[in-house]
């Protein structure tokens, strides 16, 4: 282009103090300013919606866990009642109930419980120092199996009944279907809650992004005038709340894992005082697949929010079209 | 480059704001559009820079229907087509500098490939000394000629002005018109519309009068 314009431009007076020092060192401005987004806010709810996936995914994973623990022992473990009576018709049935099950395929252990081992075991009921003589307390035969096939429970139970009438097998079958039930159940919730804090914060991010358009109408309006295409005015706002999205997530997720971290560390502070607190705040180490899943989290709540945010801004362009 | 064939335009159930209007726009051409106020000059000038679509009639732009485009082919053609606002639309928090290269970034260019070309054209409108400060610092003038600058740059082929000189002084209206003649000098048509005939008076040149919703040519 010529120049010859130029020449017949007016001096213009020189540049504020201080300003033209201040623009130069900048770079290139957003072209949606950050200070038309209600950044902050999200964050915030970003942050308490991440959290909350955390500690589901957390809790869900550390439940699942414990419980896949629990069944894998109870499962290899069988127990014989023999129904107390008199000592030595009594004696005498627990040994033949024992000799029953060495004789069975797939049982790796045998063992009968002593009297002070059945002691132990009822003293959290009945105390301690307790003479169980006096009692018509059961004896208990624990039976290992091998773990290397399946043991024939079944022909056991049979023999067990047809020899013994005082003897019942117990395999745990009940408890392993609850506890199945149980765990199911918690997964299920985890689900449900999942799905309700993902569409809390799509529904956030939705309302946001319709915000921050409305507010930035004239800006898109220009970008519109001097040729820009929808996604490149989407990828605008996209760049913010994928920001957003990160920082919000990072915050809440790092949270979440901070929780499960202090209650991990709770026992070997010496903190509560109760002797249970190790087993009861066992159950709640996600381990590292727990972190993982809140690491995965984060890194889609920023995707989500950034990608939610993108198909708002095109709906919400078209509208304006 | 630009067929009007009996275009028609109503707002919702209203009153037909232009009615049959029918003209070309040649490449290289220069006019200017006029009319009182309220007669349609804005809605004809929207009509072109496809912010609105007629209710009846053809718009051939470009040699493509304008009923049949997408909104990314809309946005295609403004690359095409620089327009210059009355109010001016620069963006407050972006530079002279960063709005005059707007439409460059739009296409995705990388600053240090336009920086050199951006710094010329402020320096041809008068505002080399202004391109980092922001636009409310600057007076009306300078805005207008910023508002120049950025329809400019991505050399349209068309360039659509909305009452260019209605917010600048006699003299800087006279240095304006000179600018847009130099620049259907250089190849690109320019459509100006205003309704300050001694403006007009200053150029020989083809005359789109707009009164009651028709469109008068007078080459």
């Not at chain 1, 915030?44 to 991440?50: G, L, R």
């Not at chain 1, 909350?52 to 550390?62: E, N, R």
């Not at chain 1, 997530?249 to 249970?276: K, N, Q, T, W, Y």
Request: hydrophobic content about 45%; overall charge positive; charged content about 20%.
């Amino acid at each position: 282009m010529s120049t010859t314009d130029a020449t017949s431009q007016p001096k213009k007076p020189p540049a504020e103090a201080g300003e033209a020092p201040r623009a130069k060192a900048r770079a290139l401005a957003s072209i949606v300013p950050s200070s038309t987004i209600a950044g902050r806010a999200l964050v915030a709810v970003v942050a308490i919606m991440t959290f909350l996936a955390g500690l589901t995914i957390g809790t869900a994973v550390a439940v699942r866990a414990t419980a896949s623990q629990w069944r894998s022992d109870v499962t290899q473990e069988v127990t014989i009642q023999i129904r107390a009576g008199e000592k030595q018709a009594t004696d005498a049935q627990v040994q033949a109930a024992a000799d029953i099950a060495r004789k069975t395929p797939g049982i790796s252990d045998v063992h009968i419980l002593t009297p002070e081992e059945t002691s132990r075991l009822l003293e959290p009921w009945l105390g301690s120092g307790l003479d169980l003589g006096d009692l018509p307390v059961p004896r208990v035969i624990v039976v290992r199996l091998d773990g290397a096939g399946p043991a024939d429970l079944a022909r056991l139970k049979r023999t067990l009944t047809d020899r013994i009438p005082t003897a019942t097998l117990d395999d745990h079958r009940g408890w392993s279907r609850r506890l199945v039930a149980v765990t199911d159940g918690v997964m299920l919730v985890a689900v449900v809650l999942l799905v309700l804090v993902g569409l809390a914060t799509v529904l956030s991010v939705v309302f946001a992004t319709r915000a921050a358009v409305a507010t930035n109408r004239s800006v898109v309006e220009v970008l519109h005038f001097v040729g820009a295409r929808d996604g490149f005015i989407a990828a605008q706002f996209q760049r913010h709340f994928l920001k957003i999205g990160a920082e919000g997530g990072l915050i809440g997720g790092l949270s979440a894992a901070a929780v499960f971290g202090a209650l991990a560390a709770l026992p070997r502070l010496g903190l509560g005082g109760d002797p249970e607190l190790p087993t009861v705040l066992g159950w709640l180490n996600p381990g590292y697949l727990g972190f993982f899943g809140i690491a995965v989290s984060v890194a889609i709540v920023a995707l989500a929010t950034a990608l939610t945010s993108r198909v708002t801004v095109y709906r919400t362009l078209r509208t304006i079209t | 480059m630009v067929r009007f064939e009996n275009v028609g335009l109503r707002y919702g159930m209203g009153p037909e704001v232009l009615k049959d209007v029918s003209f070309g726009i040649e490449p290289n051409s220069f006019q200017f559009l006029t009319g009182p106020s309220g007669a349609g000059k804005t809605t004809l000038m929207r009509l072109l820079f496809l912010q609105l679509k007629p209710t009846r009639g053809l718009i051939t732009l470009f040699g493509r229907d304008v009923s049949s485009l997408d909104p990314d082919e809309v946005a295609v053609l403004r690359r095409r087509i620089g327009i210059v606002f009355q109010d001016f639309r620069l963006l407050d928090h972006l530079t002279t500098y960063e709005n005059v290269s707007l439409p460059l970034r739009v296409l995705g260019k990388e600053e240090a490939s336009y920086r050199g070309e951006v710094t010329e054209l402020l320096s041809w409108v008068g505002l080399g000394d202004r391109m980092h400060v922001l636009p409310p610092v600057l007076s009306g003038g300078e805005k207008q000629r910023a508002a120049i600058a950025r329809a400019l740059i991505g050399r349209p082929e068309f360039l659509l002005a909305d009452e260019p000189t209605g917010n600048v002084d006699p003299t800087l209206a006279r240095r304006l018109l000179r600018l847009f003649i130099e620049l259907n000098k250089s190849g690109t048509s320019v459509l100006l519309a205003t309704h300050d005939i001694a403006l007009m008076d200053q150029y020989d040149a083809r005359r789109l009068v707009i009164a009651d919703g028709r469109l008068y040519v007078y080459d």
